[in-house]
């Protein structure tokens, strides 16, 4: 089936530590992203890649690292430098809107991360 | 800031009974559009409708439609029959026509009672 896999699910990080979340799409979708998700709030966009090699900061990129090296695959790094690194992940991509596309984002199922 | 605004944090439904879900939205662009995705429990994102800023009627899909006032800026989700399985958080989106950022509002968590 066609998807958006990420993993892992769930991940345990110390403090000062990098942890990468893994998202891989079989949907052949030029553009990807990766979100934050924290309580009572709205999704926040941290990278976007409108095509492989190329990315571009989101709205609260700082503490966060990310590659497009395969069309497939983004997988983004959660760095020591990030303060308050406890949220909900969410991957997405999406192919631009036209002909008969309206652009909608497809999500994984998301990685909840928590600091210990 | 265009930003999206959904006023509702949380709402009650009895089963079977229809349910309006508000979006209102800020926008100076002439071409956008606008989206609905349900969030259950288990956290994936799952798009219901879409509306684009130059459609003439209001979108429809199954038991999603979306009346959308133009003029307002407004975008809410109607939900009918509702069903116990519709109980999750809704939240609306907007993305401007030729770029790849999305905007989403912070949600409504709906109910639906049996």
């Known amino acids: 089936d066609g998807g958006i896999t990420q993993s892992p699910k769930y991940l345990f990080r110390k403090e000062g530590q990098n942890v990468t979340l893994s998202c891989e799409q079989n949907l052949n979708h030029d553009a990807m992203y990766w979100y934050r998700q924290d309580p009572g709030q709205g999704l926040r966009l941290i990278y976007y890649s409108q095509i492989v090699n190329d990315f571009q900061k989101g709205d609260i990129a700082e503490g966060y690292s990310v590659s497009r090296e395969k069309k497939e695959s983004f997988p983004l790094t959660v760095t020591s430098a990030q303060k308050n690194p406890t949220a909900f992940y969410l991957c997405a991509s999406s192919t631009p809107p036209g002909l008969g596309n309206t652009g909608e984002l497809f999500f994984g199922e998301g990685s909840r991360l928590t600091v210990l | 800031a265009q930003k999206i605004t959904q006023t509702q944090p949380g709402m009650f439904v009895q089963e079977k009974e229809a349910v309006t879900l508000d979006c209102t939205y800020d926008t100076s662009d002439p071409s956008y559009g606008l989206f609905w995705y349900k969030q259950p429990s288990s956290g994936e994102m799952i798009f219901l409708i879409y509306?684009?800023?130059?459609?003439?009627q209001n979108a429809t899909e199954g038991r999603y439609s979306l009346n959308f006032q133009k003029a307002r800026k407004s975008a809410n989700l109607v939900i009918s029959a509702s069903q116990l399985g519709d109980s999750a958080m809704y939240f609306c989106a907007r993305l401007t026509s030729g770029t790849y950022k999305y905007i989403f509002g912070t949600g409504t968590r709906l109910k639906v009672l049996a």
């Open positions: 509306q684009g800023s130059y459609d003439q």
